[in-house]
């Protein structure tokens, strides 16, 4: 069962380094393992989903990258993860040729530049045109003939410092329409943004600065009213020491000579340089250890639910998704 049956739009943001691109993709494949179409879509010009699925760039159109995760005794087909890399000018001429009938002109426009004109002196635009994007893609209508109606869409989003002013279409348009078509799109918009339809995921890591912009993030989403989805933990440690070990690790109290005993068994030669490095390394992993523990008592007292995802030791690939998509799924979160 998900925690989030009701939501169709999940926005995952997190700072930079903690890995919201890998957790955004795992979710999409998550989603699709309930036999959803689901439509994983970025906004920054990085190709992080390309990269990640090992296709080509790209471009501004809505593209089968993967089949969902096949879960044991589930029935039926899996679903499709769809990629849509949101591009601001060809959104523009999109919603031009959409709403204005505005074909032939709208590309005309783009040659001369007008488009890259108009989000350059007023930047809010562009925040408008991705998010519309976006919106179009969750609330699709008879404008879009035969485009594919998803059952989830997946927002790999700016990161947790630009977030609420990202979403929040209402503000950066206030400035530059009071009224009329623009204005009426941004408050439609907003409807759905803050509607149990949509949860903002925020992906941390268990350091201190990430935790601190996690928790600032949530309290700035709050305050503009958008609806708070979960906080994914990811890139954990392993943690297979026990705790009377770590205490040990710390304080730099090992048993020497069972550390070389036990390399001995091994049949690795123990000289004093290689149980030295040893413990060393079980004294900085206690410690590391100990610094994640108390972040982690940070994030809980959050108060919104928590999912946890390991570090990939072989780095991320399509398997390594696939991997974190049933531990997300297992947890709930899809």
Same mark, same amino acid.
């Given at each position: 069962?998900?925690?989030?049956?009701?939501?169709?739009?999940?926005?995952?943001?997190? !700072?930079?380094? @903690?890995?919201?691109?890998t957790v955004a993709a795992s979710l &999409?494949?998550?989603?699709?393992? =309930?036999?959803?179409?689901?439509? /994983?879509?970025?906004?920054?010009?990085?190709?992080?989903?390309?990269?990640?699925?090992?296709?080509?760039?790209?471009? *501004?159109?809505? #593209?089968?990258?993967?089949?969902?995760?096949?879960?044991?005794?589930?029935?039926?087909?899996?679903?499709?993860?769809?990629?849509? =890399?949101?591009?601001?000018?060809?959104?523009?001429?999109? *919603?031009?040729?959409?709403?204005?009938?505005?074909?032939?002109?709208?590309?005309?426009?783009?040659?001369?530049?007008?488009?890259?004109?108009?989000?350059?002196?007023?930047?809010?635009?562009?925040?408008?045109? %991705?998010?519309? !994007?976006?919106?179009?893609?969750?609330?699709?209508?008879?404008?879009? !003939?035969? $485009?594919?109606?998803?059952?989830?869409?997946?927002?790999?989003?700016?990161?947790?410092?630009?977030?609420?002013?990202?979403?929040?279409?209402?503000?950066?348009?206030?400035?530059?329409?009071?009224?009329?078509?623009?204005?009426?799109?941004?408050?439609?918009?907003?409807?759905?943004?803050?509607?149990?339809?949509?949860?903002?995921?925020?992906?941390?890591?268990?350091?201190?600065?990430?935790?601190?912009?996690?928790?600032?993030?949530?309290?700035?989403?709050?305050?503009a009213g958008l609806p708070i989805g979960?906080?994914?933990?990811? /890139?954990? #440690?392993? #943690?297979?020491? #026990?705790?009377?070990?770590? @205490? &040990?690790?710390?304080?730099?109290?090992?048993?020497?000579?069972?550390?070389?005993?036990?390399?001995?068994?091994?049949?690795? $030669?123990?000289?004093?340089? /290689?149980?030295?490095?040893?413990?060393?390394?079980? =004294?900085?992993? $206690?410690?590391?250890?100990?610094?994640?523990?108390?972040?982690?008592?940070?994030? !809980? $007292?959050?108060?919104?639910? @928590?999912?946890?995802?390991?570090? %990939?030791?072989?780095?991320?690939?399509?398997?390594?998704?696939?991997?974190?998509?049933?531990?997300?799924?297992?947890?709930?979160?899809?």
């Open positions: 069962m998900t925690d989030w049956p009701h939501v169709q739009l999940h926005v995952v943001t997190g !700072k930079g380094g @903690t890995g919201k691109s &999409a494949l998550a989603l699709a393992s =309930h036999g959803q179409d689901v439509l /994983l879509c970025e906004v920054e010009g990085r190709q992080g989903i390309a990269r990640m699925f090992d296709v080509d760039p790209l471009p *501004y159109a809505e #593209r089968r990258i993967a089949s969902g995760l096949r879960t044991e005794g589930a029935e039926g087909r899996p679903g499709v993860v769809h990629a849509l =890399h949101i591009d601001p000018e060809a959104a523009l001429l999109e *919603y031009l040729a959409m709403y204005y009938r505005l074909g032939r002109a709208g590309r005309a426009l783009d040659r001369f530049g007008v488009v890259e004109f108009a989000t350059t002196i007023a930047p809010g635009v562009r925040d408008v045109l %991705l998010t519309g !994007k976006v919106y179009e893609a969750v609330q699709r209508n008879s404008r879009n !003939k035969g $485009a594919i109606e998803y059952d989830a869409v997946v927002l790999d989003a700016p990161p947790t410092g630009r977030i609420t002013n990202f979403l929040n279409v209402s503000e950066q348009v206030a400035g530059l329409a009071k009224m009329g078509p623009i204005k009426h799109q941004a408050d439609t918009m907003m409807e759905l943004f803050r509607s149990p339809r949509t949860a903002l995921h925020f992906v941390t890591v268990l350091e201190e600065m990430p935790v601190q912009e996690t928790a600032d993030g949530i309290a700035q989403a709050r305050a979960g906080v994914v933990v990811n /890139l954990l #440690r392993p #943690r297979d020491l #026990r705790v009377k070990d770590l @205490t &040990a690790a710390r304080s730099r109290t090992l048993d020497r000579a069972g550390v070389a005993g036990d390399l001995a068994g091994a049949g690795v $030669a123990a000289d004093d340089g /290689l149980v030295d490095a040893l413990l060393d390394e079980a =004294h900085d992993h $206690a410690v590391r250890r100990g610094l994640e523990d108390a972040q982690r008592k940070l994030v !809980k $007292a959050l108060g919104v639910p @928590t999912y946890e995802l390991s570090r %990939l030791s072989q780095g991320v690939d399509l398997g390594g998704l696939y991997e974190l998509a049933a531990s997300l799924r297992a947890q709930g979160l899809a």
